[in-house]
């Protein structure tokens, strides 16, 4: 029987972030759906057990013994391991998150799940060596899944022997989230912003999603409109979430203003579905969670006008240039005021959700994982 193994340590790594969750989660789904082969997932962790045999085909669990030499560095133990790994369980496929666990000259197969950025960052991009280029490593997976259509451009335009080996499938990983009735509505309007309606950013609560940015949009669209609509800020909380919380402590705003960190799943997707705009003004899609979250709720979307965005949201969002405050201002202003423009919106969202969803996302992962066992097979 063909075995499947999945590197799941980068992503234990990563929690509690959503995105590394929600591909946690479809693993089992994903195994679901191949019936014909042994999936098993890898890992180091010597804690880490979870029940054998509790989906059908099994989600079996092997663990890395690594074997530390005077003479090895931890990445070159932790790689030997992996290749008697894949050797003692007679693994075809790989599937993983981590441009490092490409091992070239394995018997084999790799499916690499990163974008550009990380995959040309001087981590994984060696330096040139006697005037050549170096070739990284990661140039050896047998298909490698992007998240953009910029991202393969940007792959194939150095490299593009990999014209076949780059595939763009988007993460979208998110179940649906149902609309709220107006009763469910007015009860969270209740609990959370005092029976009014409200702007929304859900997401991590951290700098990088450019959180200062939002505040100083909605001091400008207090300062226009003299509206009383608060703004909820909630998410998983991070190193920075405490210095926000402070910083809101002299926000001349601050009595409309509520942060909700390390917020319930359950509650943040109420609050998706219940806000009058979700206001998301990061510039990437690597936790794009609450978009998919708000275009099948059919909550109107304000997002960065960033290339990852664009390409993510279409016709879905209002977009607005990233940094530029006064724009983003502008765009929640506009909705505000404009219902017509509201509601195409929801109606564009409700139209991305249908092909942005996670059974189509795990379809064309099955996709890529049966083509590649296909070959040479």
């Not at 340590?9 to 990563?14: A, G, K, R, S």
């Not at 998301?280 to 960065?304: E, K, M």
Request: with cysteine.
């Amino acid at each position: 029987m063909i075995t499947l193994a999945y590197n799941i340590d980068p992503l234990l790594q990563e929690l509690p972030r959503t995105a590394a969750q929600s591909l946690l989660d479809a693993i089992p789904d994903l195994a679901l759906s191949i019936p014909d082969c042994r999936h098993l997932a890898i890992t180091h962790d010597e804690t880490l057990n979870f029940e054998a045999g509790t989906t059908d085909p099994p989600l079996d669990l092997a663990r890395l013994k690594i074997k530390a030499r005077f003479w090895e560095n931890p990445a070159t133990a932790r790689k030997n391991a992996l290749a008697r790994a894949f050797q003692a369980n007679q693994v075809r496929l790989w599937f993983t998150t981590d441009p490092g666990s490409v091992l070239p000259g394995q018997p084999v197969k790799s499916l690499l799940l990163s974008s550009a950025r990380s995959l040309l960052s001087r981590q994984y991009y060696p330096q040139k060596r006697f005037s050549q280029p170096g070739v990284p490593n990661w140039t050896h997976a047998a298909a490698i899944i992007v998240p953009h259509h910029h991202d393969r451009e940007a792959l194939i335009s150095i490299f593009p022997q990999l014209e076949k080996t780059v595939n763009v499938i988007y993460p979208a990983l998110e179940e649906p989230v149902l609309p709220l009735s107006w009763a469910e509505q007015e009860q969270l309007k209740m609990r959370y912003s005092g029976g009014r309606d409200f702007f929304l950013y859900a997401g991590d609560l951290s700098e990088s999603q450019d959180l200062i940015h939002l505040l100083k949009s909605y001091s400008l669209v207090k300062k226009w409109l003299m509206t009383g609509m608060p703004l909820i800020m909630a998410g998983p909380a991070t190193d920075w979430t405490a210095r926000l919380e402070k910083m809101l402590l002299t926000y001349k705003y601050r009595v409309d203003v509520s942060v909700y960190p390390d917020i319930s799943q359950t509650d943040l997707k109420e609050l998706v579905a219940g806000a009058y705009v979700l206001v998301n003004p990061g510039s990437s899609t690597t936790d794009a969670f609450a978009l998919q979250w708000a275009f099948s709720a059919g909550t109107p979307v304000i997002a960065s006008q960033s290339k990852d965005m664009s390409e993510f949201c279409k016709e879905a969002a209002q977009l607005s240039p990233a940094g530029d405050t006064d724009q983003l201002a502008h765009a929640m202003m506009i909705l505000y005021k404009d219902e017509y423009l509201r509601s195409n919106l929801i109606t564009k969202g409700k139209e991305r959700a249908e092909s942005l969803n996670r059974l189509n996302t795990l379809q064309q992962y099955k996709a890529v994982i049966m083509g590649l066992l296909q070959e040479n097979s």
